[in-house]
């Protein structure tokens, strides 16, 4: 499933060009399948339908809908809000549609009847304004969509309701709310934004013949990673490097309930190239730690009377480290207290690097959302759906239903880099840039594989790629080496630490 700006539309629409269509064949095709669908879905036979046009192509694609529609035998009558169509296709479609005698009225002739013609109309096609609408409702667009939004007649709109911004998702005073919304090639990003989603209604992509290679040829932002692109993104190890090539990762992680979290997320950075990894956390994680961390180096930090890093007496430790770090994993294992959110309030404030959050940093932050606005470094965030939902007050069942919608807003409202975990973990940029991962199962269902995703990431960030690059890269590399244990391990019995080994292999193959 491919989500797209109206850019890139009108991109993949200029490329079906060079395989034999046109744009008015393209515009035909559009009218045509909605039509289908909406035979599909209602009887069409002498029902009153109420089509309004206006000048542009979305107003085209409704001129087509208009003759199909009376063809099958429905009462069809055109409200034509601007003077005249002013494409060369969408001419073309109003003179089929004059010349077969449906009724076409300008909507000033009309106004005073308006009223009474939607009470008896069955159904309203809303074909005004598609991708291109940016911007207030005109005068007369907006009595249009009064009108329509008054109607009790089923509400369908083409492609994409009048009065929404096809790639923000803003929906302006008056803007049409659609019964159904339907979409010509490829869902937008309006389809999915909670702000304008409701007002899609039920979203139906139809197919108008633009083929797959047309798609391939454009760069879209929300794509889908493959192995290929993740080793282009991977540099090679140059042969005169050093240890101070592949950077620090400063890790502050671990309470006495919760070693494991932190002895793998600096296994995950290890394997993932950085070159020092470095444990912040109290004496009995980094004791821990070191049984299994031969190549790690230990900051051990203060603790409380829970055995949890004691933010108050660390502070001034863990800023002095923070000036060499190149990288920061904040969260594995600190547990969920006033401490640990006062230290992530100063790590953000003080780092002059990238920062990874996870777990407990993630729920800190729930409460304390603003910090996110005075971060001065990219911030990476990297929750589950319970997770997210409490950064975004609501419930993880209503992340579940919208999770791209929800993840685009919530990183281009707060401007950080967000990786939504899940089956198809989805990774997205504050400028919209976003990925759906297809690597990874089940296995992966255990306690500490989060764990070292975040240690994986934090070892990319401190390798010099970008936030969107290392969040989407380990995501990758993350859910194919599971893939690999599983086929050793089996997904019921595979453990998180047996990532390593599988990840380590990936690498090998591709001369990493």
């Not at 829970?306 to 547990?335: P, T």
Request: charged share 20%; glycine share 10%.
């Amino acid at each position: 499933m491919l989500i797209v700006t109206a850019g890139e539309m009108k991109q993949i629409e200029h490329g079906a060009l060079e395989f034999g269509l046109s744009f008015q064949r393209l515009m035909e095709n559009a009218g045509s399948a909605a039509t289908a669908f909406i035979k599909r879905s209602f009887k069409i036979q002498e029902r009153n339908v109420v089509v309004f046009c206006a000048k542009g192509n979305n107003g085209g694609d409704g001129f087509v809908v208009a003759r199909k529609l009376s063809e099958s035998g429905a009462n069809v009558v055109v409200i034509q809000l601007d003077a005249a169509p002013v494409s060369e296709e969408a001419i073309a479609m109003y003179e089929q549609l004059r010349d077969m005698g449906v009724l076409i009225y300008q909507l000033d002739q009309v106004e005073e009847k308006l009223a009474d013609w939607l009470a008896q109309a069955d159904m309203v096609v809303d074909a005004i304004c598609g991708t291109g609408f940016k911007g207030e409702l005109r005068q007369a667009h907006r009595k249009a969509c009064d009108a329509i939004n008054d109607s009790a007649a089923a509400i369908i709109s083409l492609d994409i309701p009048t009065g929404v911004c096809c790639d923000s998702g803003e929906v302006v005073q008056g803007a049409v709310k659609a019964g159904y919304t339907l979409v010509f090639d490829c869902l937008k990003y309006c389809h999915i934004l909670p702000q304008s989603k409701p007002f899609c209604g039920s979203v139906e992509v139809l197919d108008i013949g633009i083929p797959k290679e047309a798609r391939n040829r454009v760069k879209i932002n929300f794509g889908e990673l493959r192995t290929e692109d993740v080793f282009e993104i991977i540099p090679q190890r140059q042969e005169d490097s050093h240890k101070g090539t592949f950077g620090k990762a400063l890790i502050i992680a671990g309470s006495a309930r919760y070693r494991g979290a932190a002895a793998l997320c600096v296994m995950g950075a290890l394997r993932c190239g950085v070159g020092i990894a470095q444990l912040a956390s109290t004496e009995s994680v980094c004791a821990a730690a070191a049984a299994h961390l031969l190549e790690a180096i230990f900051l051990q930090l203060p603790a409380d009377d829970a055995g949890r890093i004691d933010g108050d007496a660390s502070l001034k430790i863990i800023l002095e480290s923070l000036k060499k770090a190149d990288a920061v994993a904040f969260g594995c294992g600190l547990e969920n207290t006033a401490h640990t959110a006062g230290l992530l309030e100063q790590v953000l404030k003080n780092a002059s690097c990238p920062i990874v959050i996870d777990a407990d940093g993630i729920n800190a932050l729930a409460e304390n959302i603003h910090l996110l606005k005075e971060a001065t470094v990219p911030v990476i965030l990297t929750p589950h759906p319970g997770e997210m939902a409490r950064l975004c007050g609501t419930k993880a069942y209503e992340i579940q239903s919208n999770r791209a919608g929800i993840a685009l807003d919530f990183s281009r409202r707060h401007g950080i880099t967000l990786l939504l975990k899940g089956h198809q973990t989805l990774i997205v940029g504050p400028d919209g840039k976003a990925t759906r991962n297809q690597t990874g199962n089940s296995g992966l269902a255990k306690g500490g594989s989060g764990d070292i995703l975040t240690g994986m990431i934090a070892a990319l960030l401190a390798q010099g790629l970008s936030p969107w690059e290392s969040a989407a890269s380990g995501a990758f590399l993350h859910g194919m080496a599971a893939e690999r244990t599983a086929l050793r391990r089996s997904r019921t019995a595979m453990l998180p630490s047996e990532l390593l080994h599988d990840l380590a292999e990936i690498f090998a193959e591709h001369g990493r």
